[in-house]
Structure formats: C-alpha cells, structure tokens
C-alpha cells in the first residue's frame, strides 16, 4: 500500500522536522514539557512575558488546565501588528468569492487588515462591546468574519461563530447559550450559486432572545432585507469609524472564543479555548504539520464556523505572517474543477481539505484536476474523519502527482489543533493512518470496559490522551460540571477523545471513529441526540431513534427510525415533511439521508432502546444482530429488517 507514497527525498523544501528531529524533540516534549513549551511559548509576541509555563491537573474533582498563566498577550497584535513593519505589504488573505465568473478574488495585505479590524474594533465598542462581553459572528466566508473575529479579539470580546448553514434555532441556542451582547451578520451568504439569507434567519433568531440585543449587519449582496431600531450597517459605521484601536492586554487563560459543538447527549457544549496557549499551538502546528516556510501560500477550504477555519485559516496562518486564502465557494461550483482551478490562479503550495471533498471530486473525474497546474502544491492535508485508502490514492497520484506529503491530521474542536498527524518530511506515510502523535502529546489505548491502559502495539481500544497540551479546550462554557464529565468522567485521570483507535506494530495510530453516539457527517459532528430530539418535536413524531450508516460519499449518513404518533399515517409527502423539519430546527447538514417507519424500536424491559441492534440493520448487516433476547418485544426487530431503507 505504501509503494509511491512520498517520504522525504520527496519533499521540495527542506523540512522544518526530520524523522530523527522528531524522535528526539517528541521524547523532549513529554519528558519535559515546562523546557519544551517554556521555548515554543516564544512563537508569539508577550505584552508581559510569563514565567509559569504548565499549571494543569486531569484529576477528577479539580480538572483545572493553565499554560502561561501569569503571561499577557493580544490576539491581534499577534496576528497583525506585528507583522507590519517587515510585511505590511503583503497579501494577508486572499479572498476568494463564491462565483468567479461574476467577482473577482481580493489580496488584502497585512497593513489593510490592520485598518478593517482597528476599524471594526471601534464600531463594536461603540455598540457597548466591552472585555469579557460575548459576540455571536454569523457570517458567509467573507473578509468581514476575519476582521470581525480580530476584531473581537483586539477589545478583548469573546466570539463565537455559528456556521452560515446553521438555522434560526440553531442560531437562538447559541446566542442565549452564552448570553451575547451582539449579533454580526450579513444580508445573505452566496454559497454554490444560491443565497442563504442571514438577515432573516438573525431576525427569527433574536425573537427568542432578551431584549438589548444588538445586530451589526454586513452587506454582501445588496439583497433585500427588513431593518429594525436594534440594526447597525457595519460598512457604514466602518467607513466612519477611527483606524486606531489599541490592543487590549489580554491574560493567557482569558477566554478566546466559544465554539458550540455536538455532543453524545443533548443540547450541543460551548467548548471555550483561550488566548496563549491557543495562539501557540495554532501557529506551531500551522508551522510544522504543514510545513509552511515564509512566502508560501495556504489552503484550508474550512469554513470559519468550525474549529478547523479558526485554527488554520484565521489564527495559526496569521500569527505566522502567512498568506491565507479565504473561500466563499463549495468544491463543485461553478464546476467540479473549482478547488483546482483556485489552487493553480494563486500558486498554492499547501491545500487542506477533507475527506468527503475529496471522494466527490474523484467521482466527478481526473480530467478536472488535470486541466490546471498544480506545480505549486507542496504538501496536502485531510481532516475531519478517516481518509479511505481510495480516496488517499487519488489524492496523492492525481492531485500531489506522488510529490506532496498527505498529512492526515486527527484532531476536535475540542483540541484547538493537530493531536495525531504525520509530519512532511518527517513520517514514512501509511494511507488512512494519523500516524504519530504532535509534540506534547500523550495518546494512550485504553481497554473501553476496564479502562486498563493497553500497553504494546498491534493494540486496539479508545483514544485517551495522558497529559495536557496549551491547544486544549479549558472547560464547557457556564458549565465545568459538564466538562468535567464529558471529558474525564469514563477514564479516571486521562482526557477522553470519544474515539476508538488502533496501534499498529509500529506503534502508528489509526483512528476507528467514533465509540459514542456521536457521528460523522461530511467531517461534521452530529449528535444524534440532536436529530432525535428536533424529529421528535414534531407533531406527527411518537418516537425516534437515530444511528449512522456508511456513505460512500458522505462517510456516514444519518438513518432515522420513526414511530408515527396514533392515528398518523406514514407516506412520502410526510417523509418530505420530516426532512424540512430537521432542516429548519437544526440545519441542512443534519437532514436525515434515510428514514424508516417503525412501529416499534427495539427496547430492553427496563425502556433502554437497542442501538447496537439498530446500527447493523442501518448498516444491511443483519446476519450478525447478536443477543437480542433481552428484548421486550423481540418481533419489532424482524419488520425494521424487513423494511430497511439501506440495501447495498
Ligand atoms: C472528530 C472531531 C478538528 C477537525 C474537524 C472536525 C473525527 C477528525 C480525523 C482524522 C479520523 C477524524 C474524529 C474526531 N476526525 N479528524 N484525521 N481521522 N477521524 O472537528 O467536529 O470537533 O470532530 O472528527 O471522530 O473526534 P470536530
């Protein structure tokens, strides 16, 4: 399998990493953690330098994680200011709109990044925004989202982004969930040639959250849209507004931002990162796992709504002084040539994308990656979910041309960057592996019942983590009970990841997907608690009970079985029904891709519905149903058998 794969006499320029460097810098990290993080803490520019580096403790009852404590820094400074002076002529980001046939891509240089966000700092402290305060950024993938995160982060306000594809609900839950101040959104998000608009859906939002509320609203379109006295045009007070705005002396474990992500259970956590030691492990691992040198040019197709824009579009390439491309677009628009075609128009030399991206645009053809030049491409990158060996190949032969390193990174919203991942230059490539861990981490394989640390390799078991690392998340806003049991609560003294994994004789991790009842949506994360408790909020809705299934594009699809209340009848109208529902309380991205009608769900006697059971017929693997004699009705599972919706 590894014939052809790059190793490194293969990679262009010399790496920052060789494979003995790793050795022995890994062993260093571990062993002396305070020594090797004292000098990374260095990667970023201090206000007032610290003199504590790692403060952490995974013992449960007082889960409580430090790094620079006693350090002060600004976000922006990092990421802006002090870049001026050597490159404030340089392209910053590269923007890239949705429809290329109608606007053209902007370079805005570091000194042009410096006026927006100074600028956008002081319209928002004229709204009131103060340190500490939360803003919700509800944006299409426009420069304004860049600035306005600086932005935030320039006064000291805590964002928190909510995806463009998320719906009014979605949108509501997270504003009160952490208690926002502001709302800054656009008229509409163009995205694949059609129109979101988030005006309207920030309007139905706010009518469920507390009066005082204020919306600073971006003009993308021009479109249409209704105006209230709680409504602020952004380009207008931007325009007005002073381009000096003085960066706010931040303590490295003030917060950063809040990012909501899903969860086995319930309503989604607001996973809170901070301001150093964030900062230093977005801007190292953007440095080492990409293997960026000055000068290049950086890919991440990401949207800002998730972790992955946040580390590798926004944070980790701007406090590198990188240039970073920001794109508005999907893979497929206006063609399926699209990610290639931007790739060869700005010579990008590391792309970063994810699995699903790519097992689509292998089904559209090579002949759409073969019409542009990608000579440029140094290093790939996969992120989101297990990268299939097919899906490997084609992106290491079509894409790299068998030159350019895949780095195949394993990490969570939870992680702030890279935990698993080879390393160009460094790491001899097995398709569909993530490898090695990054400097400063522990992995450990427990065994899932006992929770024994499995030693040796050729091992399998769920992915812990033994120590702290400055990416880590601090706790679960408004609620460290939460984080604490979420994380901490199954394996006693270790950081746990939700995912299953294998150590193979070499010691390299492959990670198995996910041990909860979490699943993995086109490198999204949807609880399926979620769906379930959005598909049961419908009226015609007794019961619901939600598993993934494979999907050869998707990775994993989202399977709904649905009891019809008394009386209601099942049919394809309100089959239809349902999918717009789940759309509308959640978002597009947790739209049911099948869904079937049971009478019943399999359930013990004490009421507790048989997932186990339920995910093999899902999968059309019903031979192997194990022990379902402690059913309480063992007939329901023979009529979902006999009219499962997935039929290889
Ligand atoms: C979950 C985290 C931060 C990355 C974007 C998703 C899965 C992520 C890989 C990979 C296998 C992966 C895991 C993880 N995952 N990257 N390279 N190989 N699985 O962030 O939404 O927080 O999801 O994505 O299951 O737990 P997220």
């Known amino acids: 399998m590894t014939t ?40 970023i520019d201090w206000i007032k330098p610290f003199t504590k580096v790692k403060n952490t403790s995974f013992t449960p009852g007082n889960i409580d994680i430090r790094w ?18 050597e490159r404030g002529n340089q392209t910053a980001i590269i923007w890239e709109p949705d429809d290329p046939t109608k ?59 909510v995806f463009a594809g998320f719906s009014p609900d979605a949108l509501g839950a997270r504003i009160n969930g952490c208690d926002a101040k502001v709302v800054i959104t656009a008229d509409y998000a163009p995205r694949g040639g059609r129109e979101t608009p988030l005006k309207s859906n920030t309007d139905t939002a706010l009518l469920h959250c507390k009066e005082g509320l204020k919306c600073l609203v971006v003009k993308r379109t021009g479109g249409q849209t209704t105006w209230t006295d709680r409504d602020y045009d952004c380009n207008a007070l931007m325009a007005e507004a002073s381009d000096d705005c003085p960066p706010q002396e931040m303590n490295a474990e003030d917060p950063l931002f809040i990012l909501y992500t899903s969860g086995s259970t319930g309503q989604p956590k607001g996973v809170v990162h901070t301001t150093g030691g964030y900062l230093v492990y977005a801007a190292m691992t953007h440095e080492i796992v990409f293997d960026y040198h000055e000068g290049d040019v950086f890919w991440c197709t990401a949207d800002v709504g998730w972790v992955t824009g946040h580390s590798y579009i926004v944070y980790g390439p701007l406090a590198n002084g990188a240039t970073t491309i920001m794109f508005e677009g999907v893979p497929t628009f206006p063609d399926a040539g699209r990610f290639w075609e931007v790739c060869a128009k700005h010579k990008v030399n590391q792309f970063y994308t994810a699995p699903t991206a790519i097992r689509a645009l292998m089904g559209a053809g090579k002949e759409w990656v ?21 899906a490997w190949n084609w992106y290491n032969e079509v894409v790299g041309k068998g030159n350019c390193p895949i780095v195949d990174t394993f990490w969570q919203t939870e992680t702030g960057g890279h935990m698993l991942t080879p390393l160009p230059g460094a790491t001899k490539l097995k398709p569909g592996a993530a490898q090695q861990p990054f400097f400063g981490v522990h992995p450990v394989v427990l065994e899932p019942t006992s929770g024994e640390v499995v030693e040796g390799n050729g091992v399998e078991g769920v992915l812990c983590i033994a120590d702290s690392w400055p990416g880590q998340m601090r706790t679960v806003w408004g ?32 990670i198995t997907g996910r041990v909860d009842d979490v699943i993995n949506v086109s490198g999204h994360r949807m609880g399926t608690a979620e769906v379930e408790s959005a598909l049961v909020a419908h009226a015609k809705v007794a019961e619901s009970a939600v598993v993934g299934y494979p999907h050869d594009v998707k990775g994993q699809g989202i399977y709904a079985y649905v009891t019809l209340m008394n009386g209601e009848e099942p049919s394809d109208a309100l089959r239809k029904e349902l999918e717009v529902w789940v759309r509308t309380e959640i978002g597009p991205i947790a739209k049911p891709d099948l869904i079937q009608w049971a009478p019943g ?7 507790k519905i048989m997932r186990r059971i339920l995910r093999k017929i899902a999968e059309d693997d019903f031979g192997a149903l194990g ?6 009705d063992p007939s329901v599972v023979d009529d979902l058998i006999a009219n499962r919706m997935n039929r290889a």
């Open 601 to 607: 769900l399999p359930k013990t006697r004490s009421g």
């Open 627 to 632: 022990d379902t004699s402690t059913l309480a």
């Open 370 to 390: 073969e019409k542009h030049d990608l000579s440029d491409l140094r290093v790939l990158g996969s992120v989101g979910e297990p990268i299939n060996p097919e």
């Open 103 to 161: 606007e053209d891509a902007q370079h805005i240089t570091y000194a042009d990044l410096h006026r927006s966000v100074s600028k956008m700092a002081n319209v928002l402290k004229d709204l009131g925004v103060a340190r500490g305060d939360r803003v919700i950024i509800y944006l299409p993938m426009i420069p304004e989202a860049a600035y306005a995160m600086l932005a935030c982060t320039r006064i000291g306000a805590i964002h928190s982004i």
């Open 4 to 43: 052809q794969t790059p190793s490194t006499q293969d990679v262009q320029k010399s790496p920052h990493v060789t494979a003995d460097d790793y050795a022995r810098l890994y062993a260093a990290s571990v062993n002396d953690p305070d020594t090797f993080w004292a000098e990374h803490g260095q990667r």
């Open 479 to 510: 609620d460290h009970e939460r984080f604490e049991k979420t994380y901490f609560g199954d394996y006693k003294g270790y950081y746990f990841s939700g995912d299953g994994c294998r150590r193979d004789e070499d010691g390299d991790y492959w």
């Open 68 to 85: 620079f404590e006693d350090g002060a820094l600004n976000v922006s400074a990092n990421c802006i200011d002090r870049h001026l002076a």
